[in-house]
């Protein structure tokens, strides 16, 4: 008897996993767009950053 319920549980939870691994994953061509954007983006964070004053921290005595 705890054979046939621990079997019952087994079946479920296996399925489960069969399918999580059998969906598709992302498009190869969106990550690299992706990606690229996200290089976009830092590269003009980063040149907008050059522009800025320097910044001055009051706790700081020179």
């Known amino acids: 008897m705890k054979k046939l319920a621990a079997f019952m549980f087994l079946i479920p939870g296996l399925t489960?996993?069969?399918?999580?691994c059998a969906s598709p994953g992302p498009d190869p061509e969106q990550s690299s767009r992706?990606?690229?954007q996200r290089r976009e983006a830092e590269r003009?964070?980063?040149?907008f950053r050059?522009?800025?004053p320097p910044e001055s921290v009051p706790s700081q005595v020179r």
Do not use: D, R, S, T
Request: proline share 0%; charged share 25%; glycine share 14%.
């Open 16 to 20: 489960l996993v069969f399918f999580g």
């Open 34 to 36: 992706e990606a690229q």
């Open 44 to 47: 003009e964070q980063a040149e």
């Open 50 to 52: 050059k522009g800025l």
